[in-house]
Each structure stands twice: as C-alpha cells, then as structure tokens.
C-alpha cells in the first residue's frame, strides 16, 4: 500500500519568513495530493490540492509543488503571519483500489513567532 | 449547516465500558470515514463506507464496529474499551471517486478511557 514520509516534523519560523514542508510517495499509481491544516484543537482542513497532471498550484500565500518522477511534493507557504502556526498533513491517494483512501505523512508542527 | 457533524464531542468513560459515536454528513457524498488521531497527531484509516458498503477496513480490533445505516451516517461502536482506545475519533465524507478526492472531515471525538 502506499506510504508517506513528511519533514520536518517541527518547523520553526520568524514571521514573514517563508516555510516549506515536504512530503514522499511510495505508490506511483498515486494521483491526488491534498495538504491539510489543523490548528489546535479543530479538524483538519484542506488548504490546497493537487493532482498528478499538474506540476504546481499557488493559492495566494501558499503554493505545491509535485515531482512525479521523484515522487515527491512539498508545501510553500511564503510571507508566514502567526496565523499560520498549525499541524500540516501531507496525503496521497488515487490508486484503483484504494477508494478514495487517504494516506497522511506524520505531520508537521510549524510555529511562526512575531 | 455544519457539513459533517458527529457526537459526542467529548467522551471520558472507564476501562470496560461500551460506547458509540454517531456521524452524520449533509454533503450528499456517498463514502465515509473513520480516522484515529492518536497522541502524536498522527491521522490513521480506520473504515470507510462506499453508499453503506464497507469497503476499507485497516487492522482494527475487532472491539470497533462500524455501522452505516444510511449512506449519510455511519457511527463507530467500541466494546471493552482500553486505555489505548483514548484517542480523537474523526469522521469524514467525500465523493465517491477511484481517483482520488477531497475529504471533509468533522469536528472530531475526544475520548478518554479512565
């Protein structure tokens, strides 16, 4: 089955600096790719996706990069404001038989101090 | 309006005891979710349900039993609880899809086994 690395595991940064998470794939039939966010306490929410026909996607503040071949991908997040500070999953799914499972890395803590 | 909702929120019972978590989604999706979220934040697949259908069911004791009556519900009973059985429980919902699909998850159980 697939399975997801993710580092750092902590990630500290001063605000207005930027921040990059990255993540591996093991299953390169994987196709989907979502980050989610989860602030203390609260659900984990998808802040942005990509899927394996697209090499990059930006959101404002926040942008994925995907590298099939390496079978890897990573999160930017640029101009970080404490708001930002939060657990970030990476995931992946998309293969035939998987239904739609998601596979979460470990996560990674970033704090961003004024 | 809450998209997935479940209940309880927040569950402390003793060692032994049998206990149920409801989840119910208004999003017209038609697969849903358990995910464990142990100590370290790590987000694991417990079931999935495809229009009631169970379609993943990962190493779990089988002390957990899902039960989906609708494809909008699926609850989560737990028999004989233990210590290690304390954990956030989140429910979630997507789409039906083989290629891979965002999930929206609840705002999550806390229980704690005394």
């Known amino acids: 089955g697939e399975n997801v690395e993710q580092h750092p595991s902590t990630l500290s940064v001063q605000e207005g600096d930027s921040a990059v998470i990255k993540c591996t794939y093991s299953?390169?039939?994987?196709?989907?790719f979502p980050w989610y966010k989860q602030e203390l306490g609260k659900r984990p929410q998808l802040i942005i996706d990509i899927r394996s026909n697209v090499g990059e996607k930006k959101d404002q503040r926040i942008a994925v990069t995907l590298n099939k071949t390496a079978k890897h991908f990573s999160l930017h997040i640029t101009e970080t404001q404490p708001e930002d500070s939060a657990v970030y999953f990476c995931?992946?799914?998309?293969?035939?038989?998987?239904?739609?499972?998601?596979?979460f890395g470990a996560g990674t803590q970033v704090v961003v101090t004024p | 309006d809450t998209a997935v909702s479940q209940t309880p929120k927040y569950l402390v019972t003793q060692m032994g005891n049998d206990k149920s978590i409801k989840c119910e989604q208004n999003?017209?999706?038609?697969?849903m979710y358990w995910y464990k979220q142990d100590s370290k934040k790590f987000l694991k697949i417990m079931f999935s349900?495809?229009?009631?259908?169970?379609?993943i069911n990962e190493t779990v004791p089988n002390r957990f039993s899902p039960k989906s009556p609708d494809k909008a519900h699926l609850n989560l009973h737990i028999n004989s609880l233990e210590l290690g059985d304390s954990a956030v429980y989140f429910c979630?919902?997507?789409?039906?899809?083989?290629?891979?699909?965002?999930?929206?998850f609840g705002e999550g159980s806390w229980l704690t086994v005394v």
């Open positions: 995931a992946a799914s998309g293969t035939t038989d998987s239904w739609g499972k998601l596979q």
């Open positions: 979630a919902s997507s789409p039906a899809s083989i290629s891979g699909n965002t999930i929206y």
């Open positions: 299953d390169s039939a994987s196709n989907y």
């Open positions: 349900y495809n229009n009631k259908e169970l379609i």
């Open positions: 999003l017209g999706h038609d697969t």
